[in-house]
């Protein structure tokens, strides 16, 4: 089987107010199994740092990268053969589309944030919605990666990792493993 | 067949640095299907007018509730049926506990925030992970209602809407069924 890739681009970050939503949408990337996620604003150290030291800690080489101009991002994914997903409450419902989308090996996903143009619902090869209610775009990106990966993400093992956790029915069990 | 029912129970939310991600946890509750959330701390505006500003334009009848002591909402609930799951990265797998959870009719699902007291794994009847990765409280909460509702919640109707969406494949459809 081919391996998958999919990369998640956030467009309009807005800085002061969005940085916490900025860096749980790196981190629920990553932990669903993205392998990058490209920020189309102003940089954020936060988000960045956030990551640098998860990575550190619970392996794997998840990225991060910063490129403002959010057309010429997904103008390149699109030739390098990435299907774009925008996720939007307006879209089409993710339980209909995902039949489709399940069958492709690489997927851009667009979470936006503040006011989206007209031109991203264009350019988007799907404009997929997780309910049609107003929510959370670190939700619907969760829940999108889950159902398009069929649940297969919950399983990743990621390289590396300093840190190990040992699921347990009561308390923590985490294992250092470069002790 | 019976109703199932599902509350939130927010517990540790820290004023100002987490007043939007107790937001996006009370919007996401709302749109998978949750009827309550409790928020163990002090009361926060925002997101109580958040929900009150959806609930009117997009329906449905989802509360928020203000409740300081974690533990008093816990066994009152324990008291009145309710399983209680605690969605943390040191739990059981949710993709191995989810066969026996999506059986259950009434589940009370406790979010942490910051540090969590030892006895809220030892009250939970279950500590479950969604990925053994960190990343978002909003995410783990999103797809494990998805997942133990088998996404039969993406079909909810929410009752008396003034503002509907027509899933579309570009762009937006809102109808305004007051008008």
Redesign the interface.
């Given at each position: 089987m081919k391996k998958k890739d999919f990369v998640v681009v956030r467009y309009g970050h807005r800085d002061v107010?969005d940085y916490?939503?900025t860096s749980?949408c790196a981190?629920?990337s990553?932990?669903?199994g993205a392998s990058k996620m490209i920020v189309c604003e102003s940089r954020d150290e936060i988000a960045e740092n956030t990551i640098k030291g998860?990575n550190e800690n619970?392996g794997g080489n998840f990225k991060v990268e910063f490129i403002q101009d959010w057309r010429e991002v997904v103008l390149k994914l699109k030739k390098s053969g990435y299907k774009i997903v925008h996720l939007?409450?307006?879209?089409?419902?993710?339980?209909e589309v995902e039949k489709k989308l399940i069958k492709l090996n690489k997927i851009a996903i667009i979470v936006g944030s503040q006011k989206v143009e007209?031109e991203v619902?264009?350019l988007?090869d799907?404009?997929v919605?997780?309910?049609?209610?107003?929510?959370?775009e670190?939700?619907?990106?969760?829940?999108f990666l889950?159902?398009v990966q069929q649940?297969k993400?919950?399983?990743?093992k990621?390289l590396k990792s300093k840190l190990k956790?040992i699921?347990?029915?009561?308390?923590?069990?985490?294992i250092n493993t470069k002790k």
């Open positions: 107010r916490r939503v749980h981190l629920v990553r932990a669903f998860v619970w939007t409450m307006y879209g089409m419902q993710v339980q007209k619902y264009e988007a799907y404009n919605s997780v309910t049609n209610q107003p929510h959370s670190i939700a619907a990106l969760a829940v889950d159902r649940g993400e919950l399983d990743k990621f956790i699921p347990q029915e009561k308390g923590k069990k985490v």
